[in-house]
């Protein structure tokens, strides 16, 4: 099993920025991407961003150029970025890793942290 431990959420003002970080621990053989999805109240839980172990990115189109993911392989942590956030961006951000092993594929998920920004 791994342990997702998700860090950085809180309460921003409209064009301001957060950093979340999700470092992995544990059972860590065969993470290969790793990511953040968000979900609002009334919501359904949505990609933000995901990060392969060989650095290709892929994103949202409501965040383009405004989120950046990065990963730190060696600790096994992804980071999100996120800059001129705005009021549609409050939601809680929740972490997920992909683990491949042979033809399994496993997802897991972090417990979440609240985002909020006030306009």
């Known amino acids: 099993q791994v342990q997702l431990v998700e860090s950085g959420g809180g309460s921003v003002q409209a064009g301001g920025s957060l950093r979340l970080s999700c470092a992995a621990s544990?059972?860590?053989?065969?993470?290969?991407?790793m990511g953040w999805y968000r979900q609002a109240p009334g919501k359904e839980r949505e990609l933000v961003a995901t990060?392969?172990?060989?650095?290709?990115?892929n994103y949202a189109d409501s965040v383009k150029g405004r989120f950046t993911i990065t990963r730190d392989n060696a600790k096994n942590t992804v980071y999100l970025q996120m800059n001129s956030l705005e009021a549609e961006a409050t939601a809680v951000y929740y972490c997920q890793v992909l683990k491949i092993i042979g033809s399994m594929r496993n997802y897991q998920w972090g417990q979440g942290t609240q985002v909020t920004v006030s306009s």
């Open positions: 990060i392969t172990s060989g650095g290709n990115t």
């Open positions: 544990g059972n860590i053989f065969g993470i290969n991407a």
